[in-house]
């Protein structure tokens, strides 16, 4: 039985919807955080996962470069941005603190988007808000941990987000993609270990959980690569 259509179709209506207004929207809201919503990732993240000077980092699903930003104010980081829709990869780029991110556009979730990386190219693998709306969660999770070297890191930051969450043209995919309406924080780790993650840590993230912002609220799973 056909449950859902293909993932070309879906890949093809994310790129249809992500276009330049909806781009324009995204980073005018969910996309923007203040100084002091940053403070609060960081002080989430820094509980959980520690990045070194120098590390490789890669951001999949980038968007307008939300994450890529917070992460740009830790020290001496090399960050990669990965993201397929074009008016999203746009306004990341047209960004000044953000010159010196790398980006390349794609998706992450097949077999075939395995060639965007070298094995063992990262040392972490992070996301914010992407893991909701993959179409294939496993495979993805296959190239994170081919393109993480022994030992890297994986921190998928996520919403608790219900059926309701899904409106307007995104709501015709909440049937579609597998992770779209987690209300528990379980579904993404129990995945990641059967991906061949060991999970180091599951958490809500209280700081930016407190922020006036935050509607909905955020986790953060942290998993490693077996060194
Ligand atoms: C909700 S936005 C989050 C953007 C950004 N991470 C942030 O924190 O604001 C999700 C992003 O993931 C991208 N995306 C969707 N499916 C993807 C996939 N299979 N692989 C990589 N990126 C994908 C979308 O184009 C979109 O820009």
């Not at 693998?125 to 909701?132: C, D, E, G, H, K």
Request: net charge negative; proline share 4%; charged share 20%.
């Amino acid at each position: 039985m056909a449950w859902r259509g293909s993932q070309a179709d879906s890949r093809n209506r994310y790129l249809t919807k992500f276009d330049a207004a909806e781009a324009d929207r995204y980073d005018g809201s969910v996309g923007h955080l203040s100084r002091e919503d940053e403070d609060a990732y960081l002080s989430d993240l820094g509980r959980v996962a520690q990045f070194r000077e120098g590390a490789a980092v890669l951001d999949v699903g980038a968007g307008t470069g939300t994450l890529c930003r917070i992460l740009s104010r830790l020290r001496g980081l090399s960050i990669t941005a990965l993201e397929p829709a074009p008016a999203m990869l746009a306004k990341l780029t047209s960004k000044a603190e953000l010159q010196r991110v790398t980006t390349v556009e794609g998706f992450c979730d097949t077999a075939g988007d395995r060639h965007h990386f070298d094995a063992a190219q990262f040392d972490a693998i992070v996301s914010r808000q992407l893991v909701n709306g993959l179409f294939d969660p496993l495979t993805a999770f296959g190239n994170w941990h081919h393109w993480l070297s022994p030992g890297g890191v994986v921190v998928v930051i996520e919403g608790l987000y219900g059926r309701s969450a899904w409106t307007g043209i995104w709501q015709e995919e909440v049937d579609v993609l597998p992770l779209s309406a987690c209300q528990g924080t379980a579904t993404v780790p129990y995945l990641l270990e059967v991906a061949g993650f060991r999970v180091e840590a599951v958490q809500l993230m209280d700081a930016v959980n407190r922020r006036p912002c935050t509607r909905t609220p955020r986790y953060v799973v942290v998993a490693r690569k077996q060194a």
